[in-house]
């Protein structure tokens, strides 16, 4: 069984990071468009059978029905292609949501909070959605597979072994309970960062189809899957063929091949400013470096800095627009011993703080952001 697992697409988001610059959000839309219609022809000149999007296809507070008809449209395209859509929760199945109200092609299903099992010639495909925008209990670790001969696939939103609090409102999935279950393959979505290398258990996020920021470093796309199951009474595998030339696992009968359609990459370039001696040497330096065309950058400033850093005046003066961001996490290097020993409110507050730091009351990194904010408020 060959299939592609997308997730997390977010068509009409408002692309917060560029939205101080409305050119380069318009440019990020038509991207977006382009990324998916790329995947949808891949779809088409690969035949490829089924297609799984798990989740946040759209963003609810921002989709436009034009938008809509364009995605139906390329899913006209591949009539011979199953479509399954788990909704999450930025396209929660709502009654007057476009996944209820809008007519789509009848190659496409859609699943709601009831969790529904479709059953094909080459598999049973078991899929829950949101249907609103938070869902603490989806029930799906009690679900009971109706035929383990087959091979067995659950498409959801949602996120696996969550840890914090904000994670478990958004259909939290424990991990030994779904291996319980005996799952082949559990398409999910959720989590912009793919995890295909690393998973051994088949619970997979693909990754967000493109990157929204700077905290979704590097390439972005869609998976490439083949599911092989052989049900010989000694052996009762799941061969996961995921081809990928670049990766080098050592498990035969698990290969990844990642599709990668995001053209633009976000990058973060890290400059050490402690020989640098002025403002003007620092926008010279960052000037310099040379940038790929279609890459967006964020400039960081580490090290010890001599000079006052000013953020917006060297963001004036930066010629190549790619550079989107700068943040400065350079410190300022202090004689502590020195300031502590002045008789004077700075002297007294850094001679108590380092004597926390002693008794162990405060680590050292705080003590130095402690000393960093001391001296910025008394200068």
């Known amino acids: 069984m060959r299939f592609i697992h997308m997730a997390d697409v977010h068509f009409d988001c408002p692309f917060t990071v560029l939205a101080s610059n409305e050119t ?14 790329d995947a949808i022809k891949y779809i088409k000149e690969n035949q490829i059978p089924f297609l799984f999007i798990s989740g946040d296809l759209y963003e609810q507070k921002y989709i436009r029905k034009s938008t809509i008809e364009y995605i139906n449209n390329l899913f006209k395209e591949i009539e011979n292609t199953q479509i399954f859509i788990s909704p999450g929760n930025h396209d929660p199945f709502f009654n007057n949501s476009f996944y209820n109200a809008f007519n789509w092609n009848n190659n496409v299903t859609i699943f709601n909070s009831e969790i529904k099992i479709i059953e094909t010639e080459e598999a049973d495909i078991y899929g829950f959605g949101f249907t609103d925008f938070y869902c603490e209990n989806s029930e799906i670790e009690k679900i009971n597979i109706k035929n383990k001969d087959k091979i067995n696939i659950l498409v959801t939103h949602g ?7 904000l994670d478990m409102q958004y259909n939290p999935l424990n991990s030994n309970k779904l291996k319980e279950i005996g799952f082949d393959y559990v398409a999910l979505g959720h989590i912009h960062k793919a995890n295909y290398e690393e998973n051994k258990n088949n619970f997979i996020y693909p990754g967000s189809l493109i990157s929204f920021g700077f905290d979704e470093l590097g390439e972005h796309g869609f998976l490439d899957v083949e599911i092989n199951k052989n049900n010989s009474e000694k052996n009762n595998l799941i061969n996961l063929k995921i081809n990928n030339d670049n990766l080098n696992n050592s498990e035969e009968n698990k290969k990844i091949k990642f599709i990668k359609i995001d053209r633009r990459i976000f990058e973060e370039i890290k400059i050490n400013i402690s020989e640098i001696n002025s403002e003007e040497e620092l926008i010279e330096k960052i000037n ?5 065309k279609n890459k967006n950058y964020k400039i960081i400033l580490e090290g010890f800095k001599k000079i006052e ?5 060297i963001k004036k003066m930066i010629l190549n627009d790619k550079i989107l961001k700068i943040k400065d996490l350079s410190q300022v290097q202090y004689d502590v011993e020195k300031l502590a020993n002045q008789n004077n409110l700075k002297g007294i507050f850094i ?5 926390k730091q002693e008794a162990g009351l405060c680590t050292e990194e705080e003590t130095k952001q402690a000393i960093e904010m001391c001296i910025n408020a008394l200068k």
């Open 24 to 37: 380069l959000a318009d440019q990020r839309r038509l991207e977006q468009r382009k990324s998916f219609s």
């Open 159 to 165: 996120s696996l072994d969550a840890s914090k609090t």
């Open 288 to 292: 310099s470096i040379k940038l790929e």
């Open 309 to 313: 850093i000013n953020l917006n005046k």
């Open 351 to 355: 001679s108590k703080i380092l004597q």
